[in-house]
């Protein structure tokens, strides 16, 4: 989904920038996932690309994509050229040019939520396993919500006034309306207020639905990309990513999974002779 608050990335990123109790929970879940530092990383949904940074400045090469050409412009300017590569694009089948081979993909903050249908979920796991190295982790965002789950309404977030880098400063805050009762969307409303922000409205304001996911069909879209693992689950409302258990219902949590049944890297077969051919 196009958001004009997203369009407006200076402003996402002053208030999105990662807090550095988020960044250690990141990198600890991502090292005991992988056994290793993650060397080559994409995130699908990059917006301005703030935790391609975090990833390049630990030595990782990065690229990511988004659908905003404003948010890949701001991503493209704060990455350097070495080592990153950013492109506009869907995240359903995010650009051939961002190469595969990844052992590390991260949809951190529910923006899988933004797809329209669950068969888009699909294609986009599909796509992203196919760029995947077979012991690759991918860290996932998301919501798990049954049927008869209600959210209770009221403000998730709120903050500012806080200084935007290139000038002027704003206050954000955003609301949820509850699950809709048809689609088990979460409704979520969200007012920025600027002031001398360039190129940014006094007032941005609007709604959009959050797809959540119903802990069978959650495992449904796994299997339908070819197949997944679930290989834990965290709590993604705490910054510290405590481990939570993934049962129906379990709210907003970061997944790791991995490929199931994944094409071995090719290892060289050994003749009767004992030579490698
Ligand atoms: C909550 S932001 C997250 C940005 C970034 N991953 C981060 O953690 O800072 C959600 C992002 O998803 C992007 N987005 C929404 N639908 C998309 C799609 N179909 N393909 C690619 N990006 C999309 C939005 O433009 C926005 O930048």
């Known amino acids: 989904m196009s958001s004009a608050f997203y369009r407006r990335s200076a402003l996402y990123a002053a208030f999105f920038v990662p807090s ?3 960044r250690a929970s990141i990198d600890r879940v991502a090292r005991r996932m992988l056994g290793r530092k993650a060397r080559r990383v994409l995130d699908p949904a990059c917006g301005p690309g ?28 704060r990455l350097p050229k070495r080592g990153a590569i950013v492109r506009v694009g869907d995240m359903r089948r995010p650009p051939d040019e961002l190469g595969d081979g ?12 933004h797809l329209p249908e669950y068969m ?6 599909a796509s992203i396993r196919r760029r995947m190295s077979p012991r690759g982790v991918y860290l996932l965002g998301l919501a798990v ?22 000038g002027g400063f704003a206050a954000l805050r955003t609301e949820t309306l509850g699950l809709q009762p048809v689609t088990r969307c979460e409704r979520i409303r969200q007012v920025a ?3 001398n922000v360039k190129d940014a409205p006094p007032v941005i304001a609007e709604q959009y639905d959050l797809l ?29 990513l405590p481990a939570k258990r993934l049962s129906k219902g379990a709210g907003d949590v970061l997944l790791a999974i991995r490929p199931k049944d994944a094409p071995r890297a090719r290892t060289k077969r050994t003749t009767s002779r004992g030579r490698a051919r």
């Open 120 to 125: 888009d979920v699909v294609e986009h796991l």
């Open 212 to 240: 959540t996911f119903p802990l069978a069909l959650l495992k449904d879209c796994l299997a339908a990309a070819g197949g997944f693992e679930i290989l834990a689950a965290f709590d993604a409302t705490d910054e510290s």
């Open 102 to 113: 990844f052992d590390l993909v991260i949809n951190l903050d529910n923006s899988i939520g």
């Open 50 to 77: 703030l935790w391609l940074e975090h990833f390049h400045a630990q030595g990782a090469e990065v690229a990511g994509s988004d659908l905003e050409e404003d948010a890949i412009a701001l991503a493209a300017e």
């Open 20 to 22: 550095a109790e988020m």
């Open 193 to 195: 207020i600027t002031a």
């Open 145 to 166: 919500r049954e049927e008869g789950d209600s959210i209770d309404a009221g403000v998730v977030y709120e903050r500012g006034p806080v200084d935007v880098p290139g």
